[in-house]
């Protein structure tokens, strides 16, 4: 059981919008420790999506943004593609653990 | 651009120790935290400890008896151990170039580990 919680899957349609919420507790995301994202596609290693909250490295679409509040955090995919389809994972730090944190992932299904 | 190589054994006996490597190429390893990062087979992710290049390390609680991080800057390599395996320990593993020891912004391709007899 993941210390951040994630929903197991979501799914929308192409050019849909579709959101991906990470919960956590007062140790870690409300504690105000920031929040990272992650995008794994089939097969491959994970890829950094957002960091801090709500920051795109280079070369990752503005399609993709994130947001923090409270307890919770939430990674935004607007005009979905086919390309999306992908596990994606946010992370951020615990205090009561004294270390990194995952959600437990969350599979994105493009209809 | 950083890139990163995972190389070990794929295959480790259960109570033995694993151990991988990981070349760091396209940069100075110096400056930069270094993580370790692992994946069951059709499960999520789990952070495993980093290291910074002066040698100072963080574990996870949950695996800190048994894991040890180190960093060879002279060959740009860092390296994980962790004993007494089980089949638990079954799983892909990471290893990562850390931003401030707080989030991943460069991952290596990963590497299976197996632990079986």
């Known amino acids: 059981q993941s210390v951040l919680t994630q929903p197991p899957s979501v799914s929308g349609a192409p050019g849909q919008r579709v959101t991906i919420s990470c919960t956590g507790s007062?140790?870690?995301?409300?504690?105000?420790?920031?929040v990272h994202w992650y995008q794994q596609l089939p097969g491959t290693a994970p890829k950094l999506l957002i960091y801090d909250n709500n920051n795109r490295p280079s070369g990752v679409p503005d399609r993709f943004s994130g947001s923090k509040s409270g307890t919770s955090a939430s990674l935004a995919i607007t005009g979905l593609q086919a390309e999306d389809e992908a596990d994606y994972y946010c992370?951020?730090?615990?205090?009561?653990?004294?270390?990194?944190?995952f959600g437990g992932g969350t599979k994105l299904t493009v209809l | 651009q950083v890139q990163l190589q995972e190389s070990g054994p794929g295959l480790v006996k259960p109570s033995e120790t694993l151990s991988l490597t990981c070349n760091v190429s396209?940069?100075?390893?110096?400056?930069?935290?270094w993580s370790w990062i692992r994946q069951p087979p059709g499960m999520g992710l789990e952070w495993i400890g980093y290291?910074?290049?002066?040698?100072?390390?963080n574990y996870n609680p949950s695996l800190k008896s048994r894991v040890t991080i180190s960093i060879d800057t002279s060959k740009n390599q860092f390296s994980l151990r962790l004993s007494s395996v089980t089949a638990a320990d079954t799983a892909v593993y990471y290893c990562?170039?850390?931003?401030?020891?707080?989030?991943?912004?460069?991952w290596g391709q990963g590497t299976l580990v197996t632990v079986s007899s």
């Open positions: 992370q951020s730090y615990d205090s009561s653990l004294s270390g990194r944190v």
């Open positions: 396209g940069g100075s390893i110096s400056s930069y935290y």
């Open positions: 007062s140790s870690n995301i409300g504690a105000r420790y920031d």
């Open positions: 990562a170039k850390d931003r401030g020891g707080w989030y991943v912004d460069y």
């Open positions: 290291i910074y290049y002066t040698g100072i390390t």
